[in-house]
């Protein structure tokens, strides 16, 4: 089982990026997906997920209207466009995958999820 997240980079306020979380070992369709954020001497958070088979989505207040979560089964991927990024936005980006999971409105749990992949580096800075 893998998860590789990419598309990390630095760039300047309001600018864009799309996260890709490349999966295998498993059935995307049979897991949720969420991704975390961690930020240097913050706690680990959980920005958004995407749940299994139904597709139903969470997205943490701060990123509400900015970022959007979005899966394609067929290239096993989770995708995370990232819009109008902001400073406090910086942050190393995880995925992860849990079985089965549907996306509550609590968000993903970062001590339940089943697999987690190394995260990608965004730094948003002028």
């Known amino acids: 089982v893998q998860l590789q997240a990419s598309g990390g980079g630095l760039v300047q306020p309001g600018s864009s990026l799309r996260l890709s979380c490349a999966v295998s070992?498993?059935?995307?369709?049979?897991?949720?997906i969420g991704w975390f954020r961690q930020a240097p001497g913050k706690e680990r958070e959980g920005v958004s997920c995407?749940?299994?088979?139904?597709?139903?989505?969470y997205y943490v207040d701060s990123v509400k209207g900015r970022f959007t979560i979005s899966r394609d089964n067929a290239k096993n991927t989770v995708y995370l466009q990232m819009n109008n990024l902001e400073a406090e936005d910086t942050a190393v980006y995880y995925c992860?995958?849990?079985?089965?999971?549907?996306?509550?409105?609590?968000?993903?749990?970062?001590?339940?999820?089943?697999?987690w992949g190394k995260g990608t580096q965004v730094t948003v800075s002028s």
């Open positions: 995407i749940g299994s088979s139904v597709d139903n989505t």
């Open positions: 992860a995958a849990r079985a089965y999971y549907y996306c509550s409105v609590y968000g993903p749990p970062i001590s339940a999820m089943d697999y």
């Open positions: 070992g498993f059935t995307l369709d049979d897991y949720g």
